[in-house]
Nanobody
Framework: QVHLVESGGGSVQAGGSLRLSCAAS?????????LGWLRQAPEKRREGVAG???????IYADSVKGRFTISKDNANNFLYLQMNSLKPEDSGMYYC??????????????????????????WGKGIPVTVSG
C-alpha cells in the first residue's frame, strides 16, 4: 500500500517561500506512478496545483506557473513543491497524491487549474499552508 506523508507547510507572509515535501513509500516495483500536489481552500473545491506525468513531463495550474516548481527524488522516494512569491490565495490544505498509470497522462488543464483525469489512487493527509498579506 502506498503511503504518503507531507511536511513543510506553515505560515508565511505574502511574497515569501515554502517548500513542501512528500515522503512516499510502498510503491510497487515495475509500476509507474504519476505524482502531484493538490490543494483545497476553505469552502472551495479541491484543485490541482502541479503534477509530474509518468514520462517526467511537468504540468502546472496557470495560477502557479512561474512561481511553483514540482520535483521528485526517485532514489529516496520524495516529491517536492517549491513555492515562491506566495500569495494569500495560495492558502489552503495541500495534498500529495499518486496514481498508478501504465500509459498516457494523469493530469489535464481545467481552466486556470489542472485536474486528475481518472482520480488519484493514493493521498496524503494534507498539510496546511497559510499566506498572510
Amino acid at each position: 500500500q502506498v503511503h504518503l506523508v507531507e511536511s513543510g507547510g506553515g505560515s508565511v507572509q505574502a511574497g515569501g517561500s515554502l517548500r513542501l515535501s512528500c515522503a512516499a513509500s510502498g510503491f510497487t516495483a515495475g509500476t509507474r506512478y504519476c505524482l502531484g500536489w493538490l490543494r483545497q481552500a476553505p469552502e472551495k473545491r479541491r484543485e490541482g496545483v502541479a503534477g509530474i506525468e509518468i514520462d517526467g513531463r511537468e504540468i502546472y495550474a496557470d495560477s502557479v506557473k512561474g512561481r511553483f516548481t514540482i520535483s521528485k527524488d526517485n532514489a529516496n522516494n520524495f516529491l517536492y513543491l517549491q513555492m515562491n512569491s506566495l500569495k494569500p490565495e495560495d492558502s489552503g490544505m495541500y495534498y500529495c497524491a499518486a496514481e498508478r498509470m501504465s500509459q498516457g497522462n494523469c493530469f489535464a488543464p481545467l481552466g486556470p487549474t489542472i485536474h486528475s483525469i481518472y482520480g488519484m489512487d493514493y493521498w496524503g493527509k494534507g498539510i496546511p499552508v497559510t499566506v498572510s498579506g
